[in-house]
């Protein structure tokens, strides 16, 4: 079966409205392309990495789809115990490499596939279709109620992305009701727009390499402690590395003072006093943040 490379949405900030878009769920968990021809299934990452093995139950319930063959598109989660989508929990599920744990994390990791695009079926190409053409056969070919879902569709992005901030979720996606499928992010009918969030932290090191800065050791105050929450290299413009290189000698302390495993490999630890506003999608199980971007540097105090 040919591979079919996965329509990208692209990064806005912008709530797209109008009759002519459907909004859905931004699911955060890891892509995956569903191929079954006849006896056969196999789950395909967007950069192709094979993930059958791994995820034996959606497998199961995709071999018994009432059809012959087809390809779908969607996203593998695993909700935690408030039923938002962990990313965690998928990255420890697909992480997973023996056989014995497998069967341990099938029941301690539920797995679902949201489902939210079908690209083939008994071998006509429905890519050229209009989505919403697309999602109706969508529909009927998921007519279970079992781990492989269908989502749903919302007329108003504005509502929905208001619920995603209110449960905490990653964001929305905007689609356009009558595109078709194309590979890439080469068009302009597909859009994502995520719900970021923000702190304020301390800068407690400055990593260095070949005499350049490299990235900020953050922390937050806890209790009237620092702690880790991470690196960030992201927004640190070369104006800035080259001005934190050149104060790095009156900087410099002992120790951060810190608690918590940070890799201290080229790590010049600084006196807590630089603070940085910090953008982050969402915090990891270990309270570390998750694609933390610098904002920029501020007097505000840390909380």
């Known amino acids: 079966m040919d591979w079919f490379e996965p329509m990208e949405p692209i990064l806005t900030n912008t709530i797209m409205k109008g009759d002519q878009w459907i909004h859905q769920v931004k699911w955060d968990g ?12 196999r789950l395909f990452t967007k950069r192709g990495r094979e993930r059958s093995r791994w995820y034996p139950e959606i497998t199961k319930e995709i071999l018994d789809l009432n059809c012959k ?14 039923g938002k989508p962990s990313f965690h929990n998928i990255m420890a599920r697909d992480r997973v490499s023996r056989i014995d744990r497998l069967r ?15 690209l083939c079926k008994e071998g006509q190409d429905l890519r050229v279709l209009p989505l919403l053409e697309r999602k109706r056969m969508l529909d009927e070919t998921l007519k279970s109620n079992g781990n492989v ?38 068009h302009k009918m ?13 800068v407690c090191g400055v990593k260095v390499k070949d005499y350049r800065v490299k990235s900020l050791v953050i922390a937050e105050n806890r209790d009237g402690k620092l702690v880790p ?35 201290s490999d080229d790590v010049i630890w600084v006196k807590p006093v630089l603070k940085v506003i910090v953008s982050f999608i969402e915090r990891e199980e270990n309270g570390s943040l998750r694609h933390p971007v610098l904002v920029g540097f501020t007097d505000e105090k840390t909380e």
């Open 30 to 41: 890891i892509r995956c392309l569903a191929y079954k021809d006849g006896n056969n299934v």
């Open 69 to 82: 063959q087809v390809v779908l598109d969607g996203e593998l989660i695993v909700p935690d115990e408030y």
């Open 104 to 118: 341990q994390y099938i029941e301690k990791y539920p797995v679902w596939y949201m489902v939210f695009d079908i």
């Open 149 to 186: 879902q269908a989502v749903s569709d919302y007329s108003d992005g504005e509502a929905l992305f208001s619920i995603m901030k209110e449960k905490d979720m990653e964001g929305i996606v905007s689609k356009k009701a009558d595109s078709p499928y194309i590979g890439g992010k080469k």
């Open 190 to 202: 597909w859009f994502k727009t995520k719900i970021i969030k923000q702190m304020t932290a301390t």
């Open 229 to 263: 929450v991470g690196n960030v290299s992201s927004g640190l413009s070369d104006k800035d590395k080259i001005t934190l290189f050149n104060v790095l000698p009156q900087l410099a302390a002992d120790a951060a003072g810190l608690y918590g495993n940070v890799k």
